[in-house]
C-alpha cells in the first residue's frame, strides 16, 4: 500500500511534513541571527561596550532557555496528543510558534533581551509539534518499510528547513542584495507567513489520525514522568543513552557553529547562513539519494557505529583547521553522517513501542535531544570566551560515550538485535 494515497491524504501528509519543515527552519533561520545580534558588536541589540564574555553568555542562556522549554513542551503536549489528538496539539503549537516569532520581531524592534527570551521560550514550548507530527504520520503507515520511508521524507524535510532558514536570514539581512531593504526582522515575518499557512493546510486537509479520544489522566508531572516510564520499556531504555550522546554530540557543533565560525573566522550573518545552507543541501542530498540504498545494505547498528566516527572525525578537522574556506568543506561529512546517524535512531524508537504509544516515545526522543541540546547551550556559552573549541570538544567526547554505551548496552541484548536482525545473527547470547 502506498504511503500517499490520493489527494487529499497527499495535501494531510504535505501538511505535516510542513510542520516538521517549519520547525527546523526556525532553528536554521534563527542560529545565525541570534549570532549576529548578540555576538556581532556592530550590531545595536546589545551595548557595543559589552565583552565578548558577556555576549557569549547572553547566547548561551537564550538558546538554553529555548531548549529547556522544549523540553517541558515535548515531554507535556506530545503525551497530550496520545489523549486529545494529533490535530489539535499540532493547532496549539503552530499558533505558539506564531505568537513567539510575533515577540521575537517586538525584541528586535526594541532592543529587549527580555522579549527575546520570552519569544524564545514560548517559541520552545510549543516546538513540540514536530513529534506530533511524526506520530501522526506513523499512524498511517502499514510496515516498518514505509516507516523507513517515511523517515526519509521527514529527513528531506528537515534538508530543506535547514537550507530555506539560512536562506532567508542571508539574503534579507544582506545589504547587496536588498539594498536599503535589508533587515533582520524580514526573516521573521517569511516565518510567520509560512506558519499562517500551515494553520491553515492542517485545519482544512488533515483529519485526526487518533482511533480514539482518551480521559486526560495526566497532569504537570508527566514532564518529569515521560523519561521516567523508559524503564518499563527495556529497548528502548538501551537506545535512549545512545541516541542522546549522538545527538548532543552533533548539536553541541551544530548549535554553536555559527558562534565558533564568527570567532575563529569573523564569520558574519551571510558566511554563517552560508555554511548553514551547505550543510542543508548536504543533508538533502544524503536524504534523497543515500539513506535508502544504505539503509538496504547495511544494518541499523553499522550505520550508527560508522556515521558517529564520521562525525568524530569531521568535527576534530574543524577543531584544527585553521582556512576558512575549508570549513564549508568540512562541515559536509559531519551533516551528511547525521542525516544518517538520526533517522536510523527514530526508526528504532519507533520500533521499540507499539502504535499506542508512538506520541509518547517520539516525545521521548525530543526530550532527550532538548536535554542535551540545553545542556551544551548554557555551558557553551560559558566556555567559549576561554576556549572556542570547546563546544566541538564537549561533541568529540559525546559521541565517543555513544560508541562506548553501543557496545555495552546493545551487543548482548536480544530485544535491541530484534530491531535489527541481520545483526541479530552475529550477537552473542545474553
Not at 31 to 49: G, M, N, T
Not at 203 to 231: H, K, M, N, Y
Not at 239 to 253: E, H, I, K, T, Y
Request: proline share 4%; with cysteine.
Amino acid at each position: 500500500m502506498r504511503l500517499f494515497r490520493g489527494p487529499r491524504n497527499l495535501m494531510a501528509r504535505l501538511a505535516l511534513l510542513f510542520v516538521v519543515y517549519i520547525d527546523i527552519l526556525g532553528q536554521g533561520l534563527l542560529f545565525p541571527l541570534l549570532s549576529s545580534i548578540l555576538l556581532d558588536p556592530a550590531q545595536d541589540f546589545l551595548p557595543k561596550s559589552m565583552s565578548a564574555a558577556s555576549r557569549e553568555m547572553r547566547f548561551g542562556i537564550v538558546l538554553g532557555l529555548f531548549f529547556t522549554a522544549w523540553f517541558f513542551g515535548a515531554a507535556f503536549i506530545s503525551k497530550l496528543s496520545d489523549y486529545i489528538g494529533r490535530k489539535i496539539c499540532i493547532l496549539i503549537c503552530l499558533v505558539g510558534a506564531l505568537a513567539a516569532y510575533a515577540c521575537t520581531v517586538m525584541a528586535l524592534e526594541t532592543a529587549s533581551l527580555t522579549l527575546l527570551i520570552i519569544g524564545r521560550a514560548v517559541g520552545g514550548f510549543t516546538a513540540g509539534n514536530q513529534p506530533i507530527a511524526q506520530a501522526a504520520l506513523i499512524d498511517q503507515c502499514d510496515d516498518d518499510r514505509q516507516k523507513a520511508r517515511l523517515m526519509g521524507y521527514i529527513g528531506g524535510a528537515v534538508a530543506l528547513g535547514m537550507v530555506t532558514g539560512p536562506l532567508f536570514t542571508g539574503v534579507f539581512s544582506d545589504k547587496a542584495v536588498m539594498g536599503a531593504y535589508a533587515s533582520l526582522q524580514w526573516p521573521l515575518y517569511t516565518a510567520i507567513f509560512l506558519i499562517t499557512v500551515n494553520i491553515v493546510l492542517i485545519s482544512v486537509f488533515f483529519s485526526e489520525t487518533l482511533a480514539r479520544r482518551r480521559a486526560i489522566d495526566f497532569g504537570l508531572s508527566e514532564v518529569f514522568l515521560t523519561l521516567w516510564r523508559i524503564l518499563k520499556h527495556p529497548v528502548t531504555l538501551r537506545l535512549a543513552p545512545v541516541f542522546f550522546f549522538v545527538v548532543m554530540g552533533f548539536n553541541a557543533c551544530f548549535i554553536f557553529m555559527s558562534d565558533f565560525l564568527f570567532t575563529r573566522f569573523h564569520f558574519d550573518t551571510v558566511q554563517n547562513s552560508a555554511v548553514m545552507i551547505v550543510m542543508g543541501v548536504t543533508m538533502g542530498f544524503v536524504s534523497a539519494f543515500l539513506v535508502g540504498p544504505v539503509a538496504a545494505r547495511a544494518t541499523q547498528v553499522q550505520v550508527i557505529v560508522i556515521t558517529t566516527i564520521v562525525m568524530i572525525a569531521a568535527m576534530a578537522a574543524l577543531l584544527v583547521n585553521a582556512w576558512p574556506l575549508l570549513a564549508y568543506v568540512l562541515v559536509i561529512p559531519l551533516i551528511g553522517a547525521f542525516s544518517f546517524t538520526y533517522p536510523t535512531l527514530l526508526s528504532m524508537f519507533s520500533q521499540s513501542v507499539d502504535g499506542t504509544e508512538q506520541g509518547w516515545v517520539m516525545g521521548v526522543a525530543i526530550a532527550l535531544y532538548t536535554i542535551g541540546s540545553g545542556s551544551t547551550s548554557f555551558i557553551g556559552g560559558a566556555t567559549m570566551s576561554i576556549n572556542p573549541g570547546f563546544p566541538l570538544m564537549i561533541g568529540i567526547g559525546a559521541c565517543a560515550i555513544a560508541l562506548i554505551l553501543i557496545a555495552l548496552l546493545w551487543r548482548r541484548h536480544r530485544n535491541i538485535s530484534r530491531l535489527d536482525p541481520n545483526w541479530r545473527d552475529n550477537a552473542a547470547p545474553a
